[in-house]
């Protein structure tokens, strides 16, 4: 989406290092090896390296599916919170798996499309070193406190 | 969904063993220790424990929606597994987050919505040991081969 | 879903020709000619017949998958008007298309999956004339005044 | 999402007019009064003028939701149809809601995300006359023949 028409450029009110601690203040984070690479003023981005536990099938060694999902909703999350200060809720998410995780690191990239009063909405996707997109999706989150 | 319309009472070609074996052969799904817990014409049962790395956020100590999401990615694809006699790869998936699962174990239930020759459709319902519902939600899979 | 895990059975606070007035009163719904068929403590149905103006492809002859969106849309809507007493904003929708609607009228079943205080889901489904599954799909809604 | 990551700049099979006709040969586009605004390697731009049987609320006088859904399915659908030379079967669609369309003519861009073998997916989001988005969502279509 164009970013005339999103609310991806809307000031942040967190700082890289600020976020990159609530990235991995998460257990589940920490399990993945989480790490903020980058964060502007539009996008936040989070690298995951490889682990073997990620694998969903032992032959091809493709990596799990919902672990792609995982990687879509926190990113999406992280570039609401980049703007509100806070982490929020996801109320539903969308998926769209493009094409097999077979190596890392994983990078994914989160972006907000609307910013509203009561809920936003962000996009996120997630691509192999060589750049290729493995996986894309958005989220709904609650914004309302 | 009412059983009359949908797929899901369609004869299984595999069964409970077999499944089983299917279930623990994924290393995720190993990390995440989940075991099938049962099979009939319907659907399909699978229980994850809690564990202390699945948390999302540690003060409320709530388990991540990625792992919810990947509950229900899993277990759809284990209806139409068990139906096909073999794993789909996932096309996309929906996921909606109805409450925040506090402790564990955990337990999804697939079901068949629409078994196409190309393409398939199934839900999924995570839900606590109150049997209160967490998180619900439906993926699209390749049938085709 | 099971009823036992999902809110389809809270009690409703809309009668049938109060739903009824309601399902009319919307412009649209008028051009699509809907009408309320039933309604009960768990499910409300909707009938459209066809017209020629909603085909999508003038060889085949289908209806156009915005239209059955819009239905899923509309009676998911009202499964949770009907527990409410009164109407409430679509969040986001996902939709299956499962099989072309290729003659009517074409009945829409909408069911509640979860009721929250700020946000409820429900889902819905299109059968044709045979009771053949056509399309399903489920939706979030804003329920916080 | 960034276009060096999405299949958006994949060269046209169609041209401008040829794309035109197919947009209006669907009687419920005619209905609709949709026509091709702009067609380049990136984009599909359809505009849709106001019509008073759309509207949803009599009150307010919002158009339906649905109608958004349908401009969504139909523009992501001609996004794959400039790259391919025809158009694909909708398979499913995530449509996000952001803000009640209150008048016309509503513009909707679409833009391929995933070109693949078998499955393509596009996004399309609707803004109003003065650029506010309305609307937004991704569809997945079957590519295969």
Redesign the interface.
């Known amino acids: 989406?164009?970013e005339?028409?999103?609310d991806s450029r809307l000031p942040n009110k967190l700082g890289f290092d600020e976020l990159a601690a609530k990235v991995t203040?998460?257990?589940?984070?920490?399990?993945m090896n989480l790490r903020l690479l980058a964060l502007n003023e539009r996008d936040v981005v989070i690298e995951m390296p490889w682990r073997?536990?990620?694998?969903?099938?032992?032959t091809i060694g493709y990596?799990?599916?919902?672990?792609l999902?995982?990687?879509i909703?926190?990113t999406a999350d992280y570039a609401i919170a980049a703007k509100l200060g806070r982490?929020v809720?996801?109320?539903?998410?969308?998926?769209?798996?493009?094409r097999?995780a077979l190596s890392g690191p994983l990078r994914t990239?989160g972006?907000v499309?609307?910013l509203?009063r009561?809920?936003a909405?962000a996009?996120a996707?997630v691509?192999d070193t060589a750049?290729k997109?493995l996986a894309?999706g958005?989220a709904?989150f609650?914004v309302?406190t």
Chains 1, 2, 3, 4 share one sequence.
């Open positions: 989406m164009t005339e028409i999103s203040s998460a257990p589940f984070h920490r399990w073997d536990e990620i694998v969903a099938e032992p990596a799990h599916g919902g672990l999902a995982t990687l909703d926190l982490g809720p996801t109320v539903d998410m969308r998926v769209d798996f493009h097999p990239t972006r499309i609307k509203g009561t809920l909405t996009e996707w691509v750049g997109l894309s958005r709904t609650i309302a």
